[in-house]
């Protein structure tokens, strides 16, 4: 597969994610995509790109800020339309603005979007973060892939042979405890 210097997160959001994303959870959670950031930079990985969706794309961002002074590393957005701030609950805005604040870069990918485009254009976003990386890091357990935007991006991770490094959701919230 070769050197790879660049990742894109994909991740459930916040409804989709198995647990309540509070307090301990979204920090054990935060700790395990801190965990593989920091063993991907070991090995050369540079650039991270986040796609701004709450709940796991706004975690893995937070973490990558976390450790880009430690480890030299830049994280850069890539939002999907130009007033998606809009779409983030309340209680999430102060991430989704810190993210978009203290990133190194941002593209808006889509900038007169009405809502009955936002699907179609968080697929385009998802492809755009896919042709645009070496490989991708999926906070998903593996074996487990609900339906929706992260499977679909994976799906299109392994079509093109990109590297896919997996964030187990298990443990977390006592997710994964009868499914084994």
Known sequence: ??????????????EKLPFPLTGTNAARLKARIMQ?????????????????????????A????????????ELWCAVPFDGQRQTVPR????LYDKVIKNANGRIILCRNAVPSDYPKLYNERNRYMVNKCDGLIAVCSEDRIQPGGTKN??????????????????GIGGYGRCLK
């Open 62 to 73: 937070d973490a990558v800020l976390s450790l880009r002074g430690k480890l030299g590393i």
């Open 153 to 170: 991006t994976v799906e299109m991770a392994k079509k093109l042979d990109k590297k896919i490094i997996y964030v187990s959701l298990d």
């Open 36 to 60: 593989t950031v920091a063993e991907q930079a070991e090995l050369g990985v540079k650039y991270f790109l986040t796609g701004m969706c709450r709940g796991s794309d706004l975690i893995a």
């Open 91 to 94: 209680e999430e805005l102060g």
């Open 1 to 14: 597969m070769g050197r790879y210097i660049s990742l894109a997160f994909t991740g459930y959001r916040t």
